[in-house]
């Protein structure tokens, strides 16, 4: 793992910990959902945009091909690439209960995107039900 890498792992495991309570406690239960069996012909198609927001090295090690890794600290550097997006959004992390992802769709909304949803089960539903493993190859 790269230096880079590295900090921005740790940053966001510092700064989720340390997340307002405000921030935290937002009523994250009304924000939309996406099933798997939804999911993957949209992916399929490359209908949606897809977001990890797992730390690097997770997404490193293994993410759903195509999608792209925002992690909690980089939501706001990535906002306005994803503001830009035509495409709706599929959010997806590890968390028991999808925690990560619905903060990240949270603050995208706060931001102004518009058709944002949060994948059930996630990254371990994912791999679960057969889906494909994309892997970011080692820099040389």
């Known amino acids: 793992m790269t230096a880079r890498r590295s900090f921005v792992a740790a940053l966001a495991v510092i700064t989720f910990a340390v997340l307002p309570a405000a921030a935290q406690q937002d009523d994250l239960t009304k924000l939309p959902r996406i099933t798997l069996a939804q999911f993957k012909p949209l992916h399929a198609k ?10 690097p090295h997770g997404f490193d090690a293994g993410h759903v091909p195509g999608a792209l ?16 997006e035509k495409r709706p959004i599929v959010a997806y992390c590890a968390c028991p209960d999808e925690h990560s992802a619905l903060v990240v769709a949270a603050k995208l909304m706060r931001i102004g995107v518009k058709d944002i949803k ?6 371990n539903g994912w791999k679960a039900a057969g889906g494909k493993v994309e892997v970011t190859p080692e820099p040389r």
């Open 69 to 84: 890794n925002v992690s909690v600290v980089d939501i706001e550097i990535m906002g306005n690439r994803i503001l830009k």
């Open 118 to 123: 949060v994948l059930t089960g996630g990254w």
């Open 46 to 55: 490359n209908a949606v945009l897809t977001i990890d927001v797992r730390d």
